[in-house]
Structure formats: structure tokens, C-alpha cells
């Protein structure tokens, strides 16, 4: 539904993407991770046609994100981290902007405020800034469009309305669907976003589902230090231990794996980890 | 490997031998979808989907095309079986391993045992 091909773009003269290839299917709840200023904004922004590219090819739905189609433009619906929305009621924020997208299900939309327990009688001005967050979630969700783009979405969240996101998004995604979520809190996404998408130093250095990532890798917690060996890729300091990365021996033992320690360990050994894991599997 | 080390879908998977167990999901009977169980849980769909599949392959639940999932006519015996199985593999050697180290007979686990069950019958 999306592929990208070599694109390059700048802001001034400093490159942000370098030659950055990304492909992302149907039918998924893709997390974007990557540090701060790696570009996953810049990049959303590219994808919706928000931010244009210098070079390198993009198809997004079948268009040229560039070209602002509004085919393709009806089939995004973008939250961004900080956002507008009109002093208006409910009500006539849905007559105004439920129009452009087709499949745009009202009672679907009631149904996600119910979970995020909005008050839809009062006036969305009156909301505090996670009621709004959640306003626009239940929005996107119910919109029925192919691409739903999530910038930070769990951020300014209260610790509830994180368990009601998991639930809304696990209930809004179908096989026709692609979710596309950046976040820094992957502990309010765990279990929810696969495939992870890896963005760092101007490329995508991981785009690969969990079942991918634990056949190549294994995660363990120790007491002590691991002993420093061949099969050992990666060990950081946690709480109660050791978290180590190790090179998977053989496919059926699978482990637990913690996104944030598959982060740190991709992003310190890109060329090790992140290889291996997005090898061409047999 | 550790007990608690186990994927997300294994760990989902023993709680739905818990339903199983527990007599909430009967032998026979209709079954929750892998979107349902996507929602209640919190997970991604692709994850219960790989669950489903597990339980599937095993036996314990069965698809019936355009209806649902539905609970196998022996779901409660199976997954008993299955429990005990792995209760024998990954738990029992790390389980005597202390009790070696920890120098216990099985005399004192009996007895042990004996008064574990006694003080659990007069709770009830």
C-alpha cells in the first residue's frame, strides 16, 4: 500500500533521508520507532503529502503523495502530536469533516468516544487536551480510511485512556487497513504495534514483524553480566539484571521480547542486529 | 529456557487453556472471534490469530468456516493433558533442581502436599 524507493530530502542543506526505502502492506499496525529528530514526522508528513521530497520515488495508495490526489487524500486520516480543532459542537464537527471520507461510521465513532468516555454534548473547545487527543482518535479511527497515520498518539494520555487506545485500535484495524504509529512510549503500544519499523541516520534499518524478529533473536534477563561470547549481540543494564540480545540457535524456543530493548540493541549495531534480523529468510 | 521468558502469544495462549480449564469456554461451544479476543486482551490481531492457529494445530479449538471458532467435544481433556505435559517438562526439572539443592525428600514434599490439600479444604 505503500513503497518508497531511494527518497532524499533536506531541510536547508542538512540531509535528513538518505537514500531511505520503506515498504508497508495492508492489514497492519505498523509502530515507528526512531530517537528524537530522526525524521518519523518529517517522514508521515512525506507519506500525506504534507512535506515534498527532493528525490526518490513514492507511491502511496496507488499516487504520488506530491500530487495531493484527494483519491488518496480521502483515504488518510493524519493525527498529528499537536493539532487544531474548530470551537464548534460535536455535532457540527462531524457535518463539516465526516463528509470527505466515505466510509466515515457514526456509530463506530460513538462507540470509540464511549470507550474513551467522552462527553459528546459538551463543546469540543471545553475538552482538556487528551479529551481532545481521544476526540480525534475516535474520529480517525471511524473514518474507514485505508491509512490511518497516528503522530505520538498516547501522548497526554491519562493511564486509562492508554488501555482504551490499545482496545480502540485493536477493534478499528482490518485486513483492507494499515496502521502507521510513531511513538517514543512503546510501553503503552507493546503487544499492539507489528510490524516495528526502525528509523535511524537517514534509513529504515528494521521493518519486520516480531514473529521475524524471534525467529532470528533471543532475549534473556540475568542476574549477572553475560559472559562476553559470539552468539551475544547486545546487553544493557536493566532493573534486577542484564537484558541480552542472543543470536537465535534454533527456531522453536522463541522468547519474550521487550521493544525497548530491541530498540537500543538495532539502533547501537545496525549493521549486526538489524541485518540479521531483516535477512531474506530462506 | 525461563518459564516467564515466552512469547506474547504463548503467554496468551495459557490463558485461554485457563478459560478452557476454568469451564468459562465449554467443551463444544462457540468461542470468542480472534477479534474479540484481540480487543479484551489489548493485542495486535495478528498476534491472537497466531494464538488461534496454536490452539488449532493442537487440536483444542476448531474452525467452522464462516461461523467462528468453537471449542473441541474434548477441549477440557485436551488441554489438561497439554498442561500436565508441559508442567512435566518446563517446571518439574527446575522444581526437583531446588529440592536437590535444597537437600528435601520426597517423604517431606508428601507430607507437605498432604497439609497444603488439608488447609485448602478448610478454606472452603
Not at chain 1, 488501555?163 to 485486513?175: D, E, G, H, L, N
Request: aromatic letters at 10%; charged letters at 25%.
Amino acid at each position: 500500500m505503500i513503497t518508497i524507493d531511494n527518497l532524499t530530502f533536506r531541510y536547508g542543506k542538512k540531509p535528513l533521508f538518505d537514500n531511505l526505502n520503506l515498504s508497508l502492506k495492508e492489514g497492519n499496525i505498523y509502530g515507528l520507532l526512531g530517537m528524537n529528530g530522526a525524521g518519523k514526522t518529517t517522514l508521515l508528513k512525506v507519506l500525506s503529502g504534507q512535506l515534498f521530497r527532493k528525490e526518490g520515488d513514492a507511491d502511496v495508495l496507488g499516487f504520488d503523495p506530491g500530487i495531493r490526489h484527494p483519491e488518496m487524500l480521502r483515504e488518510i486520516f493524519y493525527l498529528p502530536e499537536e493539532f487544531f480543532l474548530p470551537r464548534t459542537s460535536v455535532e457540527v464537527y462531524l457535518k463539516l469533516y465526516s463528509p470527505f471520507y466515505e466510509r466515515f461510521n457514526k456509530e463506530e465513532f460513538e462507540g470509540y468516544c464511549e470507550i474513551f468516555q467522552l462527553d459528546l454534548t459538551q463543546k469540543l473547545s471545553d475538552y482538556s487536551f487528551g479529551q481532545k487527543k481521544k476526540f480525534l482518535l475516535a474520529f480517525g479511527l471511524a473514518s474507514g480510511t485505508k491509512l490511518l497515520i497516528l503522530d505520538e498518539p498516547t501522548n497526554g494520555l491519562d493511564i486509562p485512556s492508554k488501555s482504551q487506545f490499545r482496545k480502540t485500535v485493536a477493534s478499528a484495524i482490518t485486513p483492507e487497513r494499515s496502521f502507521l504509529i510513531s511513538t517514543h512510549q512503546v510501553r503503552d503500544m507493546e503487544n499492539l504495534i507489528d510490524p516495528i519499523v526502525i528509523l535511524h541516520q537517514g534509513k529504515v534499518i528494521l521493518n519486520n514483524t516480531l514473529e521475524e524478529v524471534s525467529s532470528r533473536i533471543r532475549m534473556e534477563k540475568t542476574l549477572g553480566e553475560p559472559a562476553p561470547s559470539e552468539s551475544i549481540l547486545y546487553s544493557e543494564k536493566v532493573p534486577g539484571g542484564y537484558y541480552s540480545i542472543r543470536k537465535a540457535a534454533s527456531p522453536s524456543e522463541e522468547s519474550a521480547l521487550d521493544l525497548e530493548v530491541l530498540f537500543n540493541g538495532v539502533v547501537t549495531d545496525p549493521m549486526g542486529i538489524g541485518a540479521l534480523i531483516g535477512e531474506e529468510r530462506a | 529456557m525461563q518459564y516467564e521468558n515466552r512469547p506474547i502469544y504463548i503467554q496468551i495462549a495459557d490463558y485461554l487453556y485457563e478459560m478452557i480449564l476454568s469451564g468459562k469456554w465449554t467443551d463444544g461451544e462457540r468461542v470468542p472471534s480472534i477479534r474479540e479476543m484481540a480487543v479484551q486482551m489489548e493485542v495486535n490481531p495478528n498476534t491472537m490469530t497466531r494464538t488461534y492457529g496454536l490452539l488449532q494445530e493442537q487440536g483444542v479449538i476448531f474452525n467452522k468456516r464462516g461461523i467462528g471458532y468453537f471449542a473441541a467435544d474434548k477441549a477440557r481433556d485436551m488441554t489438561l493433558r497439554l498442561k500436565r505435559e508441559e508442567f512435566i517438562h518446563s517446571e518439574l526439572p527446575d522444581f526437583f533442581k531446588k529440592m536437590e539443592f535444597l537437600g528435601m525428600t520426597p517423604e517431606e514434599l508428601d507430607e507437605l502436599f498432604n497439609r497444603y490439600k488439608e488447609s485448602n479444604h478448610e478454606d472452603k
